[in-house]
């Protein structure tokens, strides 16, 4: 049949062949078909005023053809040739199928010819393709077209419905509830959906066509008897009449979806018209409570008391968090209804809208900015005031504060300063009260501030018109008149004292050059106490000399301590002279110190017994270092020879197990003498740690005339005891090696030769990759299973390391190997012959019973073509002998 390749590759039509299978096998279908594309074809052809009656008929000579395709299409075609000639039909044909073909449809196999003669399988397949083209292929659903969009929109409409699953366009139409749902989902009121029943297809599929043509404008095209008598209903029968619900419903959808539109926009207009009125509404009401609210912030009656504009600033307060932010709200939703308002008419390209007079945003922007204007003005109004009614409560009571202050410290101050107490007192007591006395006119001086601060306040005051003024300046007479008192008799005692201070003065300069003098040599007494009888922990000689050098130079200091003693001691008994020379009433004792002249003689006499003490000690410790210094010396002389002797036996060592000189029985010699000469330097060992623990009783715990410690030796001495010891087994296990698998001489050294090359570390031990070198210079072709199996025998540990005792038992091994299989091959032709198996008897004559029936168990039948009973292969043979390994 036809083929169409549209332009997005849409598949029109089944190949002819299927075409002709699907016609000529089953003329029910073809059936369904006529009378289908028949009243699809009339649908189209009725609004030109005409239809056909037979459709291979109607359409030979080409006229009706070109007029559907010029209904369905909307477009004019060619001028069709009016001749009753054959030529004529098809040359109308012909221009019917070029219409179709520059729509993108391949048509093949369909010639004017078969149509003009009334070939109805070719007359039936033009009109599928024309069906396909013109009502199918533009059916779009959710990126899916043509068959696929309209079984997508049928499965898309049916869903909701009870026992209607469309899966195809056949067999799921049958029971005809398929086209009831579609009817149903679009025109409810024409199909009562819940009487149909599943089996009753012929009521069901009667009723849909019935409606759909009665209703719908959609022709009868199917016929319901048809459809439930065969198995399988025609598919394009069944595409034809659906996609004319598809167009018939989609028609209806637009019609509908402009309706919406219609309503849509009639919202949006009611809603834009609710939307202005609110905003007028709520613009009114918003400069109203403006202008309502602003003679209010304006008001500056001022308040006399405290408590009166402190409500006042609480009412301000009410009013900024309960009454404003409603209305900050509600200026704020102004604003975005008024934006919102405006986008929507912008978006339905309708005029922006104006407001009222006065009622624009800017309006209440501006009456908005005057309200905070007023209320910023008030606030600062009220703060004022507060601030000044605080500062009147302030000042009132600052003046009491400070008159109450002076009035307890004025208070005996008077009887104080009349008194004649000097006259009797001693030095101490006259020094102390021309002190005193000193200090009160300090503080005399200090409170001038203070009564010049209560002037100033109730000057202040009165300025202020505070109310109870006058008895504020009452009280700040009384305070001027008792100061100038004071200031009077103030003077008076002062010339009193300092004619008394004259005749003791000289007792008063002897008594604070005693305490100038006797304290800090009082403290030097006390630090060269604290000195002499303080521990000392030193390590060195060095820090002991350095304790008896400071020592010393205090002793030297001490003839000169004694003349600053004599000299304080010599102050007090001046002034214990003056004392009975005039008779003085010396009572008290010195008021510049609590040193007396017996606790200076004590503690000098304390500091020269502790002088013999602390040298006694410094000489103890000074030989105590120098035991621990000989004891470091004798140490570090031994440590400082077998520590580097160790160093040196480890690299002979070293050099031995790696060098080639000699047999491996001479190496082995060498090294058993360097193993004797080891075991004998022993001693020397022994001797050290005996030194080593008569250094750790001393607690020594550096010297600094070795780098070597007890640990290290130690450690370096257990080392080389265990290297010569391994060193000296490898030899031996080389020379069993050897020896078992007769290797000789220049082969080990071949080894060693090859072993210490690619030891490139020279550490005796080949790492993973330069054992892999060794192996590729030695012509080993290794690929990375072959060397993982070759380091799982010299490195079972898995270590990453290959040991020369490891390389030789490996290479010794891969010798052995060759000449294993060399013995296989020569055992076989010794045995064989000249044949390619050995029999049974053969090795129970050639071997003790016991083996050759071992090896019998283990071999596998020879199969060759010249095998016979008993015969046995090679490759058995051999691994029987050897083992798979080995070969």
Request: glycine share 4%.
């Amino acid at each position: 049949m036809d083929h169409y390749d549209g332009e997005e590759g849409i598949d029109y039509m089944q190949q002819e062949d299927d075409w002709d299978r699907d016609m000529l096998l089953d003329p029910a279908w073809e059936k369904q078909q006529r009378k289908t594309f028949t009243a699809w074809c009339n649908s189209h052809l009725r609004k030109a005023g005409t239809q056909i009656e037979n459709i291979e008929e109607d359409f030979r000579d080409g006229l009706k053809l070109m007029l559907l395709l010029e209904v369905i299409s909307g477009e004019r075609l060619a001028k069709p040739e009016r001749g009753k000639m054959r030529v004529h039909k098809i040359s109308n044909v012909n221009k019917a199928l070029d219409f179709i073909a520059s729509k993108g449809v391949k048509l093949v196999s369909i010639g004017a010819e078969e149509i003009v003669d009334g070939n109805a399988k070719m007359t039936l397949g033009m009109i599928w393709t024309i069906i396909l083209r013109f009502a199918i292929q533009d059916i779009s659903v959710e990126e899916t077209s043509a068959k696929e969009g309209l079984l997508l929109w049928c499965q898309r409409k049916t869903a909701p419905y009870k026992n209607v699953n469309i899966q195809n366009f056949h067999i799921s139409w049958k029971d005809g509830l398929g086209f009831c749902a579609l009817i149903h989902r679009h025109r409810p009121e024409l199909i009562d959906y819940g009487k149909l029943r599943k089996d009753d297809p012929m009521t069901n599929l009667n009723t849909a066509f019935d409606v759909a043509e009665k209703y719908l404008d959609i022709p009868k095209m199917l016929d319901a008897e048809d459809i439930v008598g065969t198995a399988r209903p025609d598919e394009k029968a069944i595409m034809t009449y659906v996609s004319s619900f598809y167009h018939a419903f989609s028609g209806a959808q637009k019609a509908e979806t402009a309706a919406n539109r219609i309503c849509k926009v009639l919202a949006v207009n009611q809603e834009n018209e609710q939307l202005m009125e609110d905003y007028e509404k709520l613009a009114s009401d918003l400069l109203e409570w403006i202008r309502r609210t602003i003679p209010w912030l304006e008001n500056r009656a001022p308040e006399n008391t405290m408590h009166a504009m402190q409500q006042k600033l609480e009412d301000f307060r009410d009013y900024r968090r309960l009454h404003k932010p409603p209305k900050v709200q509600e200026k704020c939703q102004l604003e975005i209804n008024f934006n919102t308002l405006q986008t929507k008419l912008r978006l339905s390209n309708r005029p922006a809208f104006m407001p009222s007079e006065g009622r624009m945003v800017s309006d209440i922007a501006n009456a908005w900015g005057g309200l905070e204007q007023a209320e910023k003005g008030y606030e600062e109004w009220l703060l004022n005031e507060i601030r000044r009614l605080e500062r009147l409560d302030h000042l009132a009571e600052k003046f009491r504060q400070k008159a109450a202050i002076h009035e307890a410290w004025t208070e005996g101050k008077e009887e104080m300063l009349q008194q004649k107490d000097f006259e009797t007192a001693s030095l101490s007591e006259i020094k102390a009260l021309l002190k005193k006395h000193e200090a009160f006119e300090s503080d005399l001086a200090a409170h001038q501030d203070r009564v010049e601060q209560i002037a100033a306040i109730a000057q202040e005051l009165n300025e202020l018109d505070y109310y109870d003024s006058p008895s504020v300046n009452a009280r700040c007479q009384r305070i001027c008149d008792q100061w100038d008192s004071l200031g009077a008799l103030t003077q008076k005692r002062s010339e009193a004292l300092q004619r008394t201070e004259k005749l003791l003065e000289t007792i008063d300069q002897l008594y604070l050059e005693f305490a100038k003098r006797a304290a800090p040599f009082n403290n030097w007494m006390e630090g060269a106490m604290e000195d002499l009888q303080d521990t000392f922990i030193v390590h060195t000689i060095e820090e002991i000399q350095g304790l008896s050098t400071a020592h010393e130079q205090f002793k030297a200091t001490l003839p000169e301590a004694d003349k600053e003693r004599q000299a304080i001691l010599g102050i007090h008994n001046e002034v214990s002279k003056i004392v009975q020379t005039y008779h003085v009433n010396m009572a008290g004792t010195n008021p510049y110190t609590t040193i007396n002249p017996q606790e200076i003689n004590a503690k000098w006499d304390k500091v020269r017994q502790l002088v013999p003490q602390r040298d006694q000690a410094l000489i103890e410790e000074h030989a105590r270092q120098q035991n621990n210094e000989r004891l470091r010396k004798q140490f570090a002389n031994q440590a400082n020879v077998i520590g580097p002797w160790i160093q040196t036996k480890m690299e002979e060592i070293g050099r031995i197990s790696i060098e080639m000189h000699g047999t491996l029985e001479d190496q082995l010699s060498h090294l058993r003498q360097y193993e004797k000469s080891i075991v004998n330097y022993k001693p020397k060992i022994d001797q050290l740690e005996g030194d080593h623990q008569l250094i750790q009783e001393a607690l020594i715990f550096d010297n600094k005339h070795t780098n070597y410690t007890m640990e290290h030796i130690r450690v370096g001495w257990e080392q080389l005891l265990t290297t010569i010891a391994r060193t000296i087994n490898e030899i031996e296990n080389q020379i069993l090696t050897r020896d078992a698998k007769g290797i000789s001489q220049d082969q080990m050294n071949e080894f060693r030769a090859s072993f210490n090359h690619f030891d490139r570390k020279r550490t005796g031990i080949m790492d993973a990759e330069d054992f892999r070198t060794c192996l590729i210079s030695m012509g080993y072709n290794l690929g990375e299973a072959e060397f993982s199996r070759i380091m799982s025998i010299v490195d079972p540990n898995r270590l990453g390391l290959v040991t020369f005792q490891a390389f030789i038992d490996f290479m010794s091994r891969e010798t052995a190997d060759t000449d294993t299989a060399d013995q296989v091959m020569a055992s076989f032709k010794v045995l064989a012959g000249d044949k390619n198996y050995i029999l049974a008897d053969e090795l129970r004559r050639e071997l003790p019973p016991d083996q050759a029936e071992y090896c019998i168990a283990r071999m596998a039948p020879y199969t060759g073509p010249d095998a016979v009973p008993g015969a046995l292969d090679y490759m058995s043979f051999s691994t029987a002998l050897y083992g798979e390994s080995d070969l």
